[in-house]
């Protein structure tokens, strides 16, 4: 079965401080890879979606990017935090063309 | 552009009863998927039921119909014999198909649910 392992759970980080959230899938290959972002009590927004190695696309000018170094990993950066960037981070993969997104546990980021 | 609209941000039930939660779209895209996820207050997100734009018939899944109108472009999501468990934020997501393996998924607002005893 397919599994998303997304760390850390929580972050608290400095404002101006850089950040490296990783995402690990397994029991799949060559998966369809997002991260999404949630503010406080709103819903999801689509940051970056990565098709293959290497491959990624952003769907919101921001501060933070996006890497696909291997196959079954994916990394949300950040050179310098912002208050702003602060929120709950899902990374989620799209195994096959008819079957639902799945989900990692999240990260909560805190920017002080 | 793919748009999805909840408009409830609220609601409350009484348990055992059923409730719908709202849900429409809007693609210029023939071929797209619907779903709707669970996200209790721990965050995770929980997948619940879907529908394809060509099926035929609603989806179901236990408690959880998806009530499927095409022609007004809405995917309301009906919890029969509401539970305490049930309260949570509810999402409708759209996922469009596209060549390339490109699939772009949506979320709306969401709408939060409280199942009262």
């Known amino acids: 079965s397919q599994t998303i392992h997304q760390w850390p759970a929580t972050l608290v980080q400095p404002v101006g401080s850089p950040l490296s959230l990783e995402c690990t899938v397994e029991g799949t290959s060559n998966p369809n890879l997002y991260w999404y972002r949630q503010a406080a009590g709103r819903g999801l927004q689509l940051l970056f979606y990565?098709?293959?190695?290497?491959?990624i696309s952003s769907e919101v000018p921001q501060n933070l990017s996006a890497s696909r170094p291997q196959d079954r990993q994916f990394i949300l950066s950040s050179k310098k935090l912002l208050l702003s960037d602060s929120g709950f981070y899902l990374c989620?993969?799209?195994?096959?063309?008819?079957?639902?997104?799945?989900f990692g546990n999240g990260t909560r980021l805190t920017v002080t | 552009a793919q748009k999805i609209t909840q408009t409830q941000p609220g609601m409350f039930v009484q348990e055992k009863e059923a409730v719908t939660l709202d849900c429409t779209y809007d693609t210029s895209d023939p071929s797209y998927g619907l779903f709707w996820y669970k996200q209790p207050s721990s965050g995770e997100m929980i997948f619940l039921i879907y529908q394809g734009s060509y099926d035929q018939q609603n989806a179901t899944e236990g408690r959880y119909s998806l009530n499927f109108q095409k022609a007004r472009k809405s995917a309301n999501l009906v919890i029969s014999a509401s539970q305490l468990g049930d309260s949570a934020m509810y999402f409708c997501?759209?996922?469009?198909?596209?060549?390339?393996?490109?699939?772009?998924?949506?979320f709306g607002a969401g709408t939060r649910l409280a199942v009262h005893p």
């Open positions: 997501a759209m996922r469009e198909l596209r060549a390339g393996g490109y699939n772009k998924l949506i």
């Open positions: 989620a993969l799209l195994g096959q063309a008819n079957s639902p997104l799945h």
């Open positions: 990565s098709v293959g190695i290497g491959q």
